[in-house]
């Protein structure tokens, strides 16, 4: 029988958790749009060992368990005098892990833009970096966008593993009050609910930028 007044007590509890997952799912975005765009420019760029330290990084955030690196963060950030920091590892971790992808999804964006384009901004006297930021990636990332936001999606989905490392996140807040209640439907239910309507946010937000991006370039 569904227990309704577990549910309306819990739903204040998941609801703070829920920024929780927001707040880390926005920072591993970041970090994830981070570390893929200077993973993709070193990659095409001529700068020496460049391609080969972005194609190790890829490979070897797509080669191990989400879970294992966010291990290594987590207990290698004290090495780096950083304690205690439990968000901002699992805010690496997934940002990394995402990063790879985001770079592969980058560069198949940078790929298609013109070569004409480039060639232009050479002719106006751009250096290497003002040709970057001023044409290639602009234009990547808005045809990428689609991509980028399923890409986004999983990182969502990516952080329940935040629990291992004591990140009261969505998740783990229903673990923990099911545990004591010995009820999973009316936790679970919100949870799911709760996963969905953030998905949908970010879902919004980019069509509301490809459409914004759109009217820029007509």
């Given at each position: ?8 007590e ?12 927001v ?5 591993s ?8 765009t ?12 460049g391609y080969?330290?972005?194609?190790t ?16 963060v987590?207990f ?5 005098g ?25 560069r ?12 232009a ?5 751009m250096s ?6 001023r ?15 399923s890409?986004?999606?999983i990182?969502?989905k ?22 004591r ?5 009316e936790?679970?239910l919100p949870?799911?609910v709760?996963?969905?309507l ?21």
């Amino acid at each position: 029988m569904f227990n309704l007044d577990l549910f309306y007590e819990s739903v204040p509890i998941l609801a703070s958790a829920a920024i929780v997952t927001v707040e880390l799912t926005v920072c591993s975005v970041i970090l994830s749009l981070l570390f893929g765009t200077i993973s993709v420019m070193l990659q095409l760029s001529k700068i020496p060992g460049g391609y080969w330290l972005s194609r190790t990084y890829v490979s070897i955030m797509r080669g191990t368990p989400l879970l294992v690196q966010l291990f290594v963060v987590f207990f290698g950030l004290p090495l780096l005098g950083i304690k205690g920091q439990a968000f901002l590892a699992a805010a690496v971790a997934i940002g990394l892990n995402s990063g790879a992808y985001t770079t592969e999804i980058l560069r198949a964006a940078v790929q298609n833009v013109p070569e004409g384009q480039i060639e232009a901004a050479r002719a106006m006297g751009m250096s290497t970096r003002q040709i970057w930021f001023r044409v290639i990636l602009p234009q990547a990332f808005v045809v990428s966008l689609p991509a980028l936001t399923s890409e986004f999606t999983i990182v969502l989905k990516s952080t329940p593993l935040a629990s291992v490392v004591a990140v009261t996140e969505l998740t783990y807040a229903g673990v923990v009050i099911q545990a004591r209640a010995f009820s999973a439907v009316e936790i679970f239910l919100p949870i799911a609910v709760g996963y969905v309507l953030i998905a949908l946010s970010f879902t919004q937000v980019s069509r509301w930028l490809e459409r914004r991006f759109r009217l820029l370039h007509t």
